[in-house]
């Protein structure tokens, strides 16, 4: 990844990894996706982020996955929303950092 911390992997990847796991699909999180989520490798991989609108600044949308029992995967996306008028990371401080 751009940070350094991440792998990038293709379906020849994915392929061997699924085989040697007796698995037909993976599902991963936490990397940015405009639409809140992106299906890859033959539908064979999907990457899903919950975070709309990551950091107050990427504009993407946040998306959840549902299995339903024919075990399809079923998406819902949303938008950010407006928060309230709190200086950044106040909360990181307790309820006493809300009032600096």
């Known amino acids: 990844s751009k940070r350094g911390v991440g ?12 085989k040697l796991n007796g698995l037909q699909l993976l599902v991963r999180s ?3 996706k405009d639409e809140g989520y992106l ?3 033959g539908g064979k991989t999907i990457t ?8 107050d600044s990427m504009g993407n949308k946040g998306a959840f ?11 819902t996306q949303y938008e950010a929303v407006p928060h309230p008028n709190i200086r950044p990371m106040a909360y990181a401080a307790g309820m006493g950092g809300l009032f600096m």
Request: glycine share 2%; charged share 20%; aromatic share 18%.
């Open 7 to 18: 792998y990038s992997f293709g379906p020849d990847i994915t392929e061997s990894f699924l």
């Open 30 to 32: 936490h990397e940015v």
């Open 39 to 41: 299906v890859e490798h």
């Open 48 to 55: 899903v982020f919950s975070a709309p609108n990551y950091c």
């Open 65 to 75: 996955i549902h299995f339903d029992e024919t075990c399809e995967p079923k998406f």
